[in-house]
């Protein structure tokens, strides 16, 4: 088996800040996935990256930045954080259809 | 525009009872369904996924798909206080990049003991 490591679990940054979430992975799986998710609702895809130094824009990645350096972690940058703002985001990995997720980072903007 | 529709967004059942759940797609290229429970500050999990016509039982949980109305539907029979859940339906669609998953928005899951 294999897991999925999200650092911060908990994140708590000041509007206009820039913020970097990072995960890791060991299942050797080359896609992975950042996912943003509000209270009660469901995913949204922000990137993705389908190999080592891939990136590519999902359906909300404007004010984010990502990096693939290497094949086991993607990283996730919050470019400007907006004020009150508060999600989960959620990393996951993929090799074929089935997706895994880590546990996920909570951000709360004050 | 969403490609996945779940309804209803809220579901509240006894303890016992079974539990349906809808899924649609508004996308003619889909090829698998899937159905992720998370519970409350948890992450996701694959309950089941289907991708032929017809159904597919695993102990309480059993699958519909019709693939012709882009339906599937995921039924928990005898719910338990810990089937309480958030579930999403996502769907694979053919030409994306292979594992891209699009998740609809969830239907909340509350079972009353």
């Known amino acids: 088996g294999g897991i999925i490591t999200q650092t911060p679990k908990f994140l708590i940054g000041q509007e206009g800040q820039k913020l970097t979430l990072k995960c890791q992975q060991n299942?050797?799986?080359?896609?992975m996935y950042w996912y943003r998710q509000d209270s009660g609702k469901g995913l949204r895809l922000i990137y993705y990256?389908?190999?080592?130094?891939?990136?590519q824009k999902g359906d909300l990645s404007e004010g984010y930045d990502a990096s693939r350096e290497k094949k086991s972690s993607f990283s996730l940058t919050v470019t400007s954080a907006q004020k009150n703002e508060m999600a989960v985001f959620l990393c996951?990995?993929?090799?074929?259809?089935?997706?895994?997720f880590g546990p996920g980072t909570r951000l709360t903007v004050l | 525009q969403q490609k996945v529709q779940q309804s209803p967004e809220s579901l509240i059942v006894p303890e016992g009872g079974m539990a349906s759940l809808n899924c649609t797609s508004s996308?003619?290229?889909?090829?698998y369904f899937w159905w992720y429970r998370q519970h409350s500050g948890k992450s996701p999990k694959m309950l089941m996924?289907?991708?032929?016509?017809g159904e597919k039982e695993e102990g309480r949980f059993t699958v519909h798909l019709n693939k012709a109305s882009l339906h599937t539907s995921l039924h928990i029979r005898d719910s338990q206080p810990s089937d309480s859940a958030l579930y999403l339906c996502?769907?694979?669609?053919?030409?994306?990049?292979?594992?891209?998953?699009?998740f609809g928005a969830g239907t909340q899951l509350i079972v009353i003991p």
């Open positions: 996951a990995s993929t090799r074929g259809r089935e997706q895994y």
């Open positions: 299942f050797n799986h080359d896609t």
């Open positions: 990256s389908i190999t080592e130094n891939d990136l």
């Open positions: 996308d003619r290229n889909v090829d």
């Open positions: 996924s289907i991708f032929s016509n």
């Open positions: 996502a769907a694979s669609i053919g030409g994306s990049a292979l594992g891209r998953l699009h």
